[in-house]
């Protein structure tokens, strides 16, 4: 059923901080979401602890990226440099991961059942972005959530008369026990972007294990499996064909804001992407959904 804003059985309004979120406790399961960014920080069956990692340092203030959760990455992903030049030449600005994860967006609809939740946002990247960004597009962020887990969308609509090219990513952080304990299963014989070797290519031999910083960007949609001490998790996307698997080791995490020193080692970054020659391009009017199922095995 489709219930009127902030009339809800078991949705409610909450602030975080100096931003504003969605809360949902059900019976089987809670969550939370956050207007800036779209931005999801919790998801748990009931009993279960979190399966997002978040930092103990995240900071909830508008205009500063949420550490941690799944942020929305988009409408490009990574350094603007490093994308193709479709997508390159909309940017005018050197920050990373696009506009989509610090602007506030819209929500548009909540769907309650007995056995599910279904919250809606939206965001129309416009002129407003034009310091940033030149295009016209309409995102819709889906979240579904259910006691074997939840599913992310984020659909684009390009609204301009001209092609649109985007990269993107759902920048999935995931917690862990002991990253040197965890495994990826899944991109066994997968070509990948080794960051850390000046972009080099590379092929994936056997799962993917940790020993320290980790930065690829695999040209693989298979659905994957996170193996760590404490749970196992399955990754299935949607309308992606690009992986990108992330921990920033002991150095780099020195150097991040809002993120402890030594928290490399319990966590891992798998992200859905449209990324490198993953891009997309859509024609006045063209949609392109990505997305991921977060579940167990």
Known sequence: MTTKP??????????????????????LFKARIFLQGAHLTQFAPDG???????????CFKPGHAIRGGIPMCWPWFGVP??????????????????????????LEDVRETAREVEVSLSLHANRDFAEAWT??????????????????????????????????ALHTYLPTSDIHSTR??????????????????????GEVSFSGETDRIYASGNAL???????????????????????????KAKTLSDFPDDAWQN??????????????????????????MLGQP
């Not at 902030?6 to 019976?27: K, M």
């Not at 404490?230 to 150095?251: A, C, F, K, M």
């Not at 992200?271 to 490198?276: F, G, I, K, Q, V």
């Open 267 to 292: 966590m891992l970054c798998v992200e859905t992407a449209n990324a490198l020659s993953d891009y997309r391009v859509l024609n006045e009017g063209q949609s392109h959904t990505i997305g991921v």
């Open 225 to 251: 499996t996170v193996l760590s001490p404490d749970q196992n998790r399955i990754l299935t996307p949607v309308g992606s064909e690009s992986t990108v698997v992330w921990n920033p080791g002991p150095d």
């Open 81 to 106: 440099d490093k994308n193709p030049p479709e997508v390159r030449r909309r940017i005018s600005t050197g920050a990373s991961h696009g506009i989509a994860r610090t602007a506030l967006w819209k």
């Open 184 to 205: 990826i299963l899944g991109l066994d014989g997968a070509d990948y972007v080794d960051t850390l070797e000046n972009w080099a290519d590379a092929v994936q031999q």
């Open 135 to 168: 295009g016209n597009a309409l995102c819709l962020a889906t979240f579904t959530f259910n006691e074997n887990g939840c599913q992310i969308g984020l659909t684009t609509t390009n609204l301009d008369p001209s092609p649109l090219a985007l990269s993107q």
């Open 6 to 27: 902030g009339i809800w059985s078991f949705t409610r309004w909450a602030t975080v901080g100096q931003l504003e979120a969605i809360e949902i406790r059900h019976p």
């Open 48 to 58: 279960e602890p979190n399966w997002l990692w978040m930092s103990e340092r995240a």
